[in-house]
């Protein structure tokens, strides 16, 4: 149905997911000035490469995807899909903060939010807290605090909220 739909959608890699760029089906062309990951058979289902920057209606946007799974050894023990790489690795993070150092960005797109801004409403409560790796949320609070920018938007939390420029959808 959503190939056959008359939009484009552009997603950012998340968690519970393989990174477009391990799936041998996805190819990569440039997208409103950045790299994308799709398939042939669904050309209108673009995934960003973690850190390119996109230009969307006159705003530079910068992607950041991963995020870490709490439910990880829930999934593992059921035999359910869990990927090494679901967070980025030391070479995504280091193109990011490149491309960050050398250009101006309006918008920021992550996953995950920096931690600092953490809905911790939304925490599950079965889930240990101090069992869940923060490392890439930690990570976002370094960008976020040496990066000038009009907005964020991030989703993982499940949650519609706004604080002050971070927007979680």
């Known amino acids: ?36 990951y799709y398939e042939e058979e669904f050309p209108n289902i673009l995934f960003a490469k973690d850190g390119e920057i996109y230009n969307i209606e006159g705003l530079r946007h910068i992607a950041i995807g991963g995020a870490y799974s709490v439910d990880k050894y829930y999934r593992l023990m059921r035999g359910f899909g869990w990927w090494q790489d679901e967070q980025p690795g030391e070479d995504i993070k280091a193109y ?17 939010c920096p931690f600092k801004y953490e809905p911790i409403e939304m925490f599950l409560s079965g889930i240990d807290q101090s069992t869940v790796d923060t490392s890439t949320e930690h990570w976002l609070d370094q960008i976020e605090e040496t990066t000038d920018y009009k907005a964020w938007y991030c989703g993982h939390w499940h949650i519609d909220k706004r604080t002050e420029r971070m927007h979680f959808l």
């Open 96 to 112: 990011v903060e490149s491309q960050l150092a050398s250009n101006p960005i309006d918008i920021i797109l992550s996953h995950t």
């Open 1 to 36: 149905k959503l190939k056959s739909a008359p939009i484009t959608l552009f997603c950012i890699h998340g968690n519970h997911e393989m990174r477009p760029s391990t799936i041998e089906s996805y190819k990569e062309k440039e997208w409103n000035g950045g790299i994308v």
